[in-house]
Structure formats: structure tokens, C-alpha cells
């Protein structure tokens, strides 16, 4: 009976929550990760939003993933949390101070090796560690420790961090940044990752989420130096229409394609598709590449290259194939903005291609872009002539 811990606890929450809520539901199979609670148990968590904003809660139940809390612990504030923010099992000095007020203190002048220890000013202290009612420090050192058994813990002088061995390797407690190298580390958006990396970032895949409130797991993205994310690509047959890549622009609906990976990828390279009717297409799907741009038309910039035009388009968001009823409500905008460049990508507002069965582009606007024909016998998009090469990004601002 008490408050329980175990090692590299966290999770995600499956369903926002208000300040007031006191259910907490994990992403299925996460809860088993967590101390397991009898009658009287406890443990602390951390709640962490996309901005690093923390609470800390008080679990008093735990029902396989789903958490009944205590709000606002240790000196934080209760605060909505959106779906998708992170649930971990940190070391807290509320852990630590109860940790310490559980021990049993007596008056021994004599204190023994085994026995019970008075500290008086009831703090360990040797220079190294301590732990009082405010803070706890850990044992420092430059590099890390050698022979290490799992759960040791230390600040590392050299990196500024806090590590931890699991069993395996030393791991980083602290400072952790979300720069898209795993699936853990994923932040929303390419942008995010520019700004974590900065004069590291290189081009190239990275793990993201898009807008976190849409509830997407990470996937790997392309990421340019802009923090434009890559979601469609087909080399194009050269201006001359070839059949073995026709794409039928009327069948492909708004899924996945392949597997994207670059936006040089040709019509044979590995991860695009080889099936007719979409052979060397490689795309994102149009739920996903919506996250992507944080789900706003305004507030999303798509850059479009078919050919040797290039257009950026915004007040408007991607959709692929004409919208349906049911499974395909993506379809048609009738009043997009569009120009040459960024910074005027509202040189044309208001416009209507009036190209109602096409995915999104400018024609017959100036300059032309569509990236690809609706119907048949055609093997790429349209810059002023058919069967070119088209790469499509999306960045949100």
C-alpha cells in the first residue's frame, strides 16, 4: 500500500480531457506499462502537451488503460489536454518527498549501517546527492558511468542531461527534442523539425504527426529546408504520353500510394506504385496530408511543380479526386488564392477553375498547373503540355 513506480513508463491519450476531468484513457495496450494498483496504491504522471506544458496527477486506479487521477499535483495547475499529448511516469518531488516522509527517522547518535538514520534537517547531503521538501539532485559525471545496473540515474555535465540505464543503453530524461528521428520523437509538423535540428537539419524523412488534435500516428515524411513536407510525386513521361504509366486520376480516391520517400523518386523507383492506373505515382493520403497542413485552408500553403511551373496555392486544401458522398468528402474548391512564389501566393484570390472532376490546381488560370488527368490516356500533369513531372508539398503557417 502506497505510491508505486516502475521504469520508461508513458503513453498517449486516446481522447482530449478538460481541466475538470478526472478519467484519463491511454492509446489501447499503453496502461500495462504502469504500475499495476491495489487497494490504497498510487502513482504519479505527467501530462505533456505539443508546447511542453506540464501537469502532474495523482493516479489513484487503473482499470488496463484507462486511469482514474487526482488533478493538478506538486504545485501545477489542472489544464486541458488534446488527443495524442503524452502521459509519463517522470520522477517528481512529490514522489521523492513521499519517499522520504515514508522512511522511518529516529534520534540515534550512533546511527549504524542498517539501522535507522536521523539527518536532523531531515535532507541526504553528502555533496553529491540530496533530496529535500524542494528538489533532489542525482550523482554528476562528465561521461557515463561504467557497470550500471537498470534504474541507475545520473546528470551528465558534458551533455546537460539526465540519464537513465535501462538494462541496454543510457537513455535521456531530460531536454528530450521531439526532431522527428523515431516514431516516439515525432512533433506535428516539418517546420517543427527545422526548428529542432537548425543548423544540423538536413533534407529527408522524418517522422511526424500533422496537427495533433487529428489523431494520426507518425509517419515518415519528407522534409525540405523550408520545412515543406512532401506528399505527392510522379516523374512523368517526358511530354509524350507513355500507357505503362498512365494515371486514371478518376479511380485513385484520396488513400495512400506507394511508399514516399523522395521528391526525385522516378517511375520505376522502389516504394512507388506498380499497379495500372497509378504505376510511379507515390502520394500521401489526403486525411493526412490535411493534418499535415493543420487542418486550415488559410492557414496551409500548398507548393505545386508540374513541368516548369511552380505554383503555391492556399485559401484552399488538397483533395485528389472529385468529392463523393461517404467514404470521399474531399472535392472542389471554388475559391482558392494562388501566385509565383510564397510571398505572393495571393496574387489571384477568389478563383474557381471550375474544373470540378480534376484534383486541385490553377487551370485554367495562369500559370497552368494540374498535377494529373482525371481520365485516361494520360502519363502526368500539365504545365501547357501533358505527361510532366509533378511534386507536390504542403506547409503550415
Known amino acids: 500500500m502506497g505510491v508505486k513506480v516502475t521504469n520508461n513508463a508513458f503513453g498517449t491519450i486516446s481522447a482530449g480531457i478538460s481541466s475538470s476531468d478526472t478519467t484519463i484513457v491511454l492509446d489501447t495496450g499503453q496502461g500495462a506499462r504502469f504500475p499495476t494498483l491495489g487497494s490504497g496504491d498510487y502513482f504519479y504522471a505527467t501530462l505533456i502537451d505539443t508546447s511542453n506544458n506540464l501537469e502532474i496527477v495523482k493516479v489513484t486506479a487503473r482499470s488496463t488503460d484507462s486511469m482514474t487521477v487526482t488533478r493538478a499535483q506538486d504545485n501545477t495547475t489542472a ?104 516514431a516516439a520523437l515525432a512533433p506535428q509538423y516539418g517546420s517543427d523539425v527545422v526548428d529542432a535540428l537548425g543548423s544540423s537539419f538536413t533534407a529527408g524523412l522524418y517522422y511526424l504527426t500533422g496537427l495533433t488534435s487529428s489523431g494520426f500516428s507518425a509517419q515518415q515524411v519528407y522534409v525540405d529546408a523550408d520545412g515543406y513536407m512532401l506528399f505527392y510525386r510522379h516523374a512523368g513521361t517526358g511530354g509524350s504520353y507513355n500507357s505503362t504509366y498512365e494515371i486514371r486520376g478518376d479511380t485513385l480516391g484520396e488513400g495512400a500510394i506507394g511508399t514516399l520517400t523522395s521528391p526525385t523518386m522516378g517511375l520505376t523507383t522502389s516504394g512507388v506504385s506498380t499497379t495500372a492506373g497509378s504505376r510511379g505515382v507515390a502520394r500521401l493520403a489526403t486525411n493526412f496530408v490535411r493534418a499535415l497542413g493543420g487542418e486550415s485552408a488559410s492557414g496551409n500553403v500548398i507548393r505545386m511543380t508540374v513541368g516548369n511551373n511552380t505554383v503555391y496555392i492556399t485559401d484552399a486544401q488538397w483533395y485528389a479526386t472529385a468529392g463523393t458522398s461517404g467514404s470521399d468528402p474531399y472535392g472542389h474548391d471554388s475559391s482558392i488564392s494562388y501566385g509565383t512564389s510564397y510571398a505572393n501566393r495571393r496574387a489571384t484570390t477568389g478563383y474557381n477553375t471550375g474544373e470540378t472532376a480534376r484534383p486541385l490546381g490553377t487551370y485554367p488560370g495562369s500559370p497552368y498547373v494540374i498535377p494529373y488527368y482525371q481520365g485516361n490516356s494520360y502519363s502526368g500533369g500539365y504545365d501547357g503540355t501533358w505527361h510532366k513531372a509533378t511534386t507536390i508539398w504542403i506547409r503550415q503557417y
Open 79 to 182: 489544464r486541458a489536454f488534446a488527443i495524442g499529448d503524452r502521459f509519463e511516469l517522470r520522477p517528481t518531488a512529490a514522489l521523492f518527498e513521499e519517499i522520504i516522509a515514508g522512511a522511518e527517522v529516529v534520534n540515534d547518535t550512533s546511527p549504524q549501517l542498517g539501522g535507522n538514520l536521523d539527518l536532523n534537517s531531515n535532507n541526504i547531503n553528502d555533496g553529491t546527492f540530496l533530496a529535500d521538501s524542494s528538489r533532489i539532485r542525482v550523482p554528476n559525471a562528465s561521461s557515463n558511468p561504467s557497470s550500471p545496473n537498470a534504474g541507475d540515474m545520473y546528470y551528465n555535465t558534458s551533455d546537460n542531461v539526465v540519464k537513465h540505464w535501462d538494462g541496454t543503453a543510457w537513455q535521456q530524461m531530460s531536454n528530450v527534442v521531439l526532431d522527428g528521428s523515431t
